[in-house]
């Protein structure tokens, strides 16, 4: 194992990210047996709803310039557009904090759900701390500080799981969720901002208004273009919690958020950090000629290989696995985990692909199929919810159709892909 790492340093990257990560996820993995038995799923329901608003908001705080950072070849153009980024994530927040502050009456009556009206002042902290992190995190994948990166998801996932416990003995119900993700972002972003200062420092001296709106408007596409993409993406996991709290209560919510987080594990832990490096490669090669579909076929394909046993044994013991895993009463989110799973297993083969847009300056394109598809799960979920089909019909409908879709992704991005390369060589 070691010599295959030492051969490439591609292989290296993913190991020491995934390696971070694996130990990220297993932090909450672990607590979850002991978390799912102090908090309700009607708990879980409301947090959850919280994190999807955080989530949604937070992935276009910094207008998606983040995503520019690893762009330029010099160092004093690239932290200008870090400056760029954290500059909008600021104004951002603020702009929401006012606005909650100003109609907040409005907006607990339209939500018409109590128990989150609570956390509506949180949602700004949240939304800042997402932006400010990602700005940071793509600055350390430019840098190639991996060990603070995966320092940094190990931080957040263990300050998360560690003071939503603490605040679960003293009896904080989704409040305590709440807190307990704060935390745990602060911690995550202050380990990536600490390396910035300790290790950049020098570059401070590049910052200036000047160069500041000269990267904003050699990079101005990314806000254009994907903004609208990262919603889309988002609607496809996190806007699924506001579609189905519309038809179903909130303990139905919980159990279907738990059953998703779970499924969404391998993404998170082994998805994610192939992306990331594959991206940090691929936009190098491409601006070299490099034809980088091939290792891109070879990734998808080894990806499948190495998931389907896994797959097909979750299928059959997903309720048993739940049921004994986070208590009796969650046994229901491994009936949705099993129905859900064939989605999250197409998605999770071809999460790499979604890199190659941003590299080929295909956004538009990848755009459009990203609408098609939330269009396709909003129809699908809102049909079934009027029709009143119920959670395990609705559930089976959105996986199916979902799992389609990601297929006919992959074979359009490609074709996408083919395209760009042969018009450029």
Same mark, same amino acid.
């Given at each position: 194992?070691?010599?295959?790492?030492?051969?490439?340093?591609?292989?290296?990257?993913?190991?020491?990210?995934?390696?971070?990560?694996?130990?990220?996820?297993?932090?909450?993995?672990?607590?979850?047996?002991?978390?799912?038995?102090?908090?309700?799923?009607?708990?879980?329901?409301?947090?959850?709803?919280?994190?999807?608003? *955080?989530? %949604? /908001?937070?992935? #276009?705080? &910094?207008? !998606?310039?983040?995503?520019?950072?690893?762009?330029? =070849?010099?160092?004093? @153009?690239?932290?200008?557009?870090?400056?760029?980024?954290?500059?909008?994530?600021?104004?951002?927040?603020?702009?929401?904090?006012?606005?909650?502050?100003?109609?907040?009456?409005?907006?607990?009556?339209?939500?018409?759900?109590?128990?989150?009206?609570?956390?509506?002042?949180?949602?700004?902290?949240?939304?800042?701390?997402?932006?400010?992190?990602?700005?940071?995190?793509?600055?350390?994948?430019?840098?190639?500080?991996?060990?603070?990166?995966?320092?940094?998801?190990?931080?957040?996932?263990?300050?998360?799981?560690?003071?939503?416990?603490?605040?679960?003995?003293?009896?904080?119900?989704?409040?305590?969720?709440?807190?307990?993700?704060?935390?745990?972002?602060?911690?995550?972003?202050? *380990?990536? %901002? /600490?390396?910035? #200062?300790? &290790?950049? !420092?020098?570059?401070?001296?590049?910052?200036?208004? =000047?160069?500041?709106? @000269?990267?904003?408007?050699?990079?101005?596409?990314?806000?254009?273009?994907?903004?609208?993409?990262?919603?889309?993406?988002?609607?496809?996991?996190?806007?699924?919690?506001?579609?189905?709290?519309?038809?179903?209560?909130?303990?139905?919510?919980?159990?279907?958020?738990?059953?998703?987080?779970?499924?969404?594990?391998?993404?998170?832990?082994?998805?994610?950090?192939?992306?990331?490096?594959?991206?940090?490669?691929?936009?190098?090669?491409?601006?070299?000629?490099?034809?980088?579909?091939?290792?891109?076929?070879?990734?998808?394909?080894?990806?499948?290989?190495?998931?389907?046993?896994?797959?097909?044994?979750?299928?059959?013991?997903?309720?048993?696995?739940?049921?004994?895993?986070?208590?009796?009463?969650?046994?229901?989110?491994?009936?949705?985990? !099993?129905?859900?799973?064939?989605?999250?297993?197409? =998605?999770?083969?071809?999460?790499?692909?979604?890199?190659?847009?941003?590299?080929?300056?295909?956004?538009?394109?990848?755009?459009?199929?990203?609408?098609?598809?939330?269009?396709?799960?909003?129809?699908?979920?809102?049909?079934?919810?009027?029709?009143?089909?119920?959670?395990?019909?609705?559930?089976?409908?959105?996986?199916?159709?979902?799992?389609?879709?990601?297929?006919?992704?992959?074979?359009?991005?490609?074709?996408?892909?083919?395209?760009?390369?042969?018009?450029?060589?």
């Amino acid at each position: 194992m070691l010599e295959i790492i030492k051969k490439s340093e591609f292989t290296k990257n993913v190991f020491i990210l995934t390696t971070g990560s694996s130990v990220a996820q297993l932090i909450p993995f672990a607590a979850e047996p002991v978390l799912s038995r102090m908090f309700t799923p009607a708990e879980f329901g409301v947090f959850e709803i919280y994190a999807a608003i *955080v989530i %949604i /908001l937070g992935s #276009i705080a &910094s207008a !998606r310039y983040e995503l520019a950072i690893l762009l330029p =070849k010099l160092e004093n @153009k690239a932290i200008n557009v870090l400056g760029i980024s954290l500059l909008i994530v600021i104004t951002f927040s603020c702009a929401i904090l006012f606005g909650i502050l100003i109609a907040r009456p409005q907006i607990v009556n339209l939500i018409h759900n109590p128990e989150l009206a609570q956390f509506l002042l949180f949602i700004p902290l949240g939304v800042f701390l997402i932006g400010i992190n990602r700005g940071f995190l793509h600055w350390s994948l430019r840098s190639k500080y991996l060990k603070n990166i995966s320092l940094s998801r190990i931080s957040e996932s263990s300050g998360r799981a560690g003071f939503s416990f603490l605040f679960g003995i003293l009896k904080m119900p989704s409040f305590g969720l709440v807190l307990g993700q704060i935390v745990g972002q602060v911690m995550s972003t202050s *380990v990536l %901002i /600490l390396k910035f #200062i300790l &290790s950049d !420092r020098n570059k401070y001296i590049f910052f200036s208004r =000047k160069n500041i709106l @000269k990267q904003a408007k050699i990079y101005s596409e990314f806000p254009k273009i994907n903004i609208p993409i990262a919603l889309t993406e988002m609607l496809q996991i996190s806007g699924i919690v506001f579609i189905i709290s519309f038809f179903f209560d909130n303990t139905i919510v919980g159990e279907f958020s738990k059953a998703l987080r779970i499924l969404l594990i391998p993404l998170n832990l082994l998805g994610t950090s192939i992306s990331q490096v594959f991206y940090q490669k691929a936009t190098k090669d491409y601006s070299k000629g490099i034809d980088i579909s091939v290792n891109l076929k070879k990734i998808v394909k080894s990806l499948l290989l190495w998931t389907l046993p896994g797959f097909i044994l979750f299928i059959f013991i997903s309720p048993w696995l739940f049921g004994v895993f986070l208590g009796e009463e969650w046994s229901v989110a491994g009936e949705y985990a !099993r129905i859900l799973s064939f989605w999250i297993f197409f =998605k999770f083969i071809i999460s790499p692909v979604a890199i190659i847009p941003l590299i080929v300056n295909k956004q538009r394109q990848y755009f459009v199929l990203n609408l098609i598809g939330n269009l396709l799960m909003v129809f699908t979920l809102a049909l079934s919810g009027m029709l009143m089909t119920g959670i395990f019909a609705t559930l089976l409908i959105l996986s199916a159709t979902q799992a389609v879709f990601q297929v006919f992704m992959y074979v359009k991005i490609m074709s996408a892909y083919k395209i760009a390369y042969n018009n450029k060589n």
